[in-house]
C-alpha cells in the first residue's frame, strides 16, 4: 500500500533550498523577458511609423481605386448570385410533399 501523506504536511509554510536563489532567478530573467519584449515592441513601432510614412510620400505605392473597384463588383455579383440560389434552393425545399396520399390504393 503506497503512503499517502497528511495534509498537515503540506499546510505549514517550510523553507525551500535554495529558495531565495531560486526567486532571484525567476524574478531577473522575468524582467530579461520584459526588456526583450519591450525592445522588439519598439522595433515593430518603428517598423510600422517608416512603412506609414513611406506610404504618405508615395500614395500612388497602395492599392489602386481600380482595384477596390474591381474587387467590390465581384463581391456585389457573387453576392447577387448567392442570394439567387438560395431562393431556388428555399423554392424546391417548400415544394417537396413529404406525405403521400394513397387514397385510390
Known sequence: MKHVAD???FA????????KEMMENLITRTTELVARFVEVT??????????FTMLRAA???????EFWVVTGTVVAVALTALGIWAADVLT??????????????
Open 7 to 9: 495534509i498537515s504536511e
Open 12 to 19: 505549514q509554510p517550510r523553507e525551500m533550498k535554495g529558495g
Open 42 to 51: 519598439r522595433r515593430a513601432v518603428v517598423a510600422v511609423r517608416v512603412r
Open 59 to 65: 500614395p500612388d505605392a497602395g492599392y489602386s481605386t
Open 92 to 105: 424546391a425545399a417548400h415544394n417537396v410533399q413529404l406525405t403521400t396520399n394513397n387514397a385510390g390504393s
